[in-house]
Structure formats: C-alpha cells, structure tokens
C-alpha cells in the first residue's frame, strides 16, 4: 500500500505520487489520530495529469481521537499524478495518512 502521505502533522500538499500503476478504479484511505483529546482534519485528494497543477478530486474530512478513524474515496479515472494535501488539522499530536 503505497503512502501519498504519512503521518502529517500540519497543513501542506505533499509530493507528486505517479499513479499510473495504479490503472482505473481505486481506493485512497484517509487515517489519523491524536495523542490526546478530539482533533478533527481534512485532506484534499488532488490529482494532475502534469504534476504541477492540482485538481481536487475529493476531500475526507475526520474527527480525531486517540484511536484511529479513516475513511476513504474512489478514483476512477486514469490521472499521471496523485497527491494528498492537509488543509486543517487539529488536536494534540494529530497527524494524519494516506494511503492507496
């Protein structure tokens, strides 16, 4: 399972992932915690047949805990390029994954 993030703890996109292996019709998951207390997050899921300009194909948004909550999307198009970016994330120690 190929990680287009891992354990991100503030907000940003991250790197380009090639996802032309991947073919059509897959599922990114969305993971995250905190150490402590609530905390919530929300991951954009972009895409890019140029790998320069994003085109959100979705967003997970999560409510934190300390045990871990995920949920997930589909892509079902051939893109060159996939990515996930934190547009918020709060809570003590949260961080957050995503993976394919």
Do not use: C
């Not at 995250?32 to 140029?50: H, K, L, P, R």
């Amino acid at each position: 399972m190929p990680g287009i993030i891992e354990n991100a703890t503030a907000t940003g996109a991250g790197s380009w992932v090639d996802a032309r292996h991947f073919g059509r019709g897959y599922g990114v998951q969305v993971l995250g915690n905190t150490t402590s207390g609530a905390g919530s997050a929300v991951v954009q899921i972009e895409v890019s047949n140029d790998g320069v300009n994003a085109i959100i194909a979705g967003s997970v948004s999560l409510t934190l805990g300390t045990s871990v909550t995920d949920d997930g999307m589909t892509i079902d198009a051939l893109w060159k390029f996939i990515r996930a970016n934190v547009i918020s994330i709060t809570g003590t120690g949260a961080k957050v994954s995503a993976i394919i």
